[in-house]
């Protein structure tokens, strides 16, 4: 298994646990600043992304590379479209997730 990915899994289930049951804690943070601050003050809408980022890291903890490569494609997508679409999330840290999103989607393909 790739090293980079298995942190990167790592990462996003603390992250994802810190936004469910340490929301002041600094993994907590990541995720949501990501988006403008009017979108995340919705209890739901906050815990639904932590279930997200929560799967998403166990996929990438996965040895199935396709899985893992789709993974990533999903989220370059979805944040593709947030930036596109809604306008709900801020331009330079979306433009570095869809860019790091696409870069590990191609390392774990390969």
Not at 8 to 25: A, R
């Amino acid at each position: 298994m790739f090293l980079i990915i298995f942190l990167n899994g790592i990462y996003d289930i603390t992250c994802g646990m810190s936004i469910l049951f340490f929301p002041k804690f600094f993994f907590a943070k990541i995720h949501k600043e990501v988006f403008y601050d009017k979108y995340m003050n919705n209890d739901l809408l906050l815990r639904i992304l932590a279930y997200w980022i929560i799967t998403q890291g166990f996929i990438r903890l996965s040895n199935d590379n396709y899985l893992i490569c789709i993974s990533y494609l999903l989220e370059a997508f979805v944040f593709t479209y947030e930036y596109i679409y809604f306008k709900t999330v801020i331009n330079y840290k979306t433009l570095w997730i869809v860019f790091t999103s696409l870069l590990l989607s191609i390392y774990s393909f390969f």
